[in-house]
């Protein structure tokens, strides 16, 4: 951990040092969620010619032409087989988290304007099955099992249409709004759902000899109707420890300014979570404080410093993007990011942190681009429960 930590010092030095020492804004085209992720999270104060609903709003002022983007974003894509505890045949975990997003950016009458849809969804579930329960009735020569089927679920999702407005209230300085309208679901529970197979046999079946008795029990399994009733649902139980859902409005409210036209160096500043009405779980206010530069039309570097009200915590992220545009023969290009993030303990009592690797690429073919994105927490996780980002843009 110190050899990291060192490393993320090392790397926010050479940041900074791109920030302020090198000498115009670069018109690469890219989605700006993999661009941000790619970056380490790194965007409040970085404008750019392609911006969307998930930067700086106040960035917005620097969009050119119009611009289309798709993106698609896969989390925690796992199946993992648990540790048995006494009485169980099976335990497993099932998971998931999926982010689809379109966007639309363009200025009208010097107003920046994007427009976009998110649909956030995390599926978290934990299969058990406890071990097979046997009866058998003489008098009736019936023959009973009962399998349970434990489902421990938590879901999460979000989902909505954003807008985010940016306007240039005097050269070089813009502010920006960023308008959400959300509909959150919250789920969690537990589900029972028996599998009971049922067999009657003959009367003549001597019931003393299990060498006949077995094969007349097998032979007279409801199975088919078993099947059929436990896709119905007959005999489940569901217990509910939440189920939420509302919709409501999220604003957030930005600011950009250019600190140094040398390195084109800009600062940006965020509240995050203003307003929110009749959102289920509202997040807390946030503030985030960063630095960004275009240095050169093939690079891009940027460091951010967020924290929420509610805790003491403190997240940083840091990162750069280079790139590479060429017109020989065809129209194309290529750019690769690099970034880091670091959260801090949300409470002074606790030392667990958090370290993230993102790596990013892109190619350009004429004014389509399409991205990808891996984010990585820093520890022994497999790289399935890693973020995987995919993007498709256009510029028209």
């Known amino acids: 951990m110190p050899r990291l930590r060192s490393g993320i010092q090392a790397s926010a030095f050479c940041v900074l040092c791109l920030l302020l020492l090198c000498p115009v804004s670069s018109t690469v085209l890219a989605d700006e969620s993999l661009q941000i992720a790619g970056m380490g999270g790194a ?50 975990l099932v998971s998931f988290r999926l982010t689809p997003s379109i966007y639309y950016s363009r200025v009208i009458r010097g107003v920046g304007v994007s427009l976009g849809y998110v649909d956030d969804v995390d599926s978290r579930n934990t299969i058990r099955v406890p071990d097979t329960v046997a009866s058998y009735i003489v008098d009736e020569r019936k ?18 249409v954003v807008l985010s407005l940016g306007y240039p209230v005097k050269p070089g300085v ?3 709004i960023k308008l959400k309208y959300k509909h959150r679901t919250v789920k969690e529970g537990v589900i029972h759902r028996p599998l009971i197979l049922t067999a009657v046999h003959e009367e003549d079946v001597n019931r003393n000899d299990p060498a006949k008795l077995l094969p007349a029990i097998i032979d007279n399994l409801d199975i088919g109707d078993a099947i059929d009733r436990f896709r119905a649902g007959e005999g489940s139980r569901e217990d509910v420890i ?45 503030i985030r404080l960063g630095l960004g530069a275009r240095p050169t039309e093939w690079l891009a570097a940027a460091i951010d410093l967020q924290r929420s009200l509610d805790d003491s915590g403190i997240k940083i992220n ?8 060429w017109q020989r023969g065809f129209s194309g290009g290529i750019m690769i990011r690099n970034g880091f993030a670091h959260e801090s303990p949300r409470d002074l009592s606790s030392n667990r942190t958090k370290d993230k690797l993102s790596i990013g690429i892109g190619v350009i073919l004429g004014e389509s681009h ?7 927490l820093l520890d022994s996780s497999p790289i399935s429960k890693a973020t995987h980002m995919f993007s498709s843009t256009v510029r028209f």
Do not use: C, M
């Open 43 to 92: 965007f409040v104060g970085l404008h750019s010619v392609e911006g969307g609903i998930f930067g700086n709003s106040a960035g917005l002022i620097s969009i050119q032409d119009n611009n289309l983007s798709i993106a698609l974003s896969a989390q925690d894509l796992d199946y993992e087989s648990l540790p048995l505890s006494e009485g169980e045949q099976s335990n497993a």
């Open 143 to 160: 023959f009973i099992s009962e399998t349970d089927t434990i489902l421990e679920y938590d879901f999460f999702r979000d989902q909505g």
């Open 174 to 176: 813009g502010v920006g």
């Open 242 to 286: 939440a189920d939420l859902t509302g919709s409501g409005l999220d604003f957030d409210f930005g600011i950009q300014a250019k600190l140094f036209e040398p390195g084109n160096v800009s600062v940006g500043f965020i509240l995050e979570h203003l307003i929110q009405r009749r959102i289920v779980k509202p997040q807390p206010t946030g």
């Open 318 to 325: 840091l990162g750069w993007e280079v790139s590479y545009r």
């Open 370 to 376: 399409w991205d990808y994105t891996l984010v990585k």
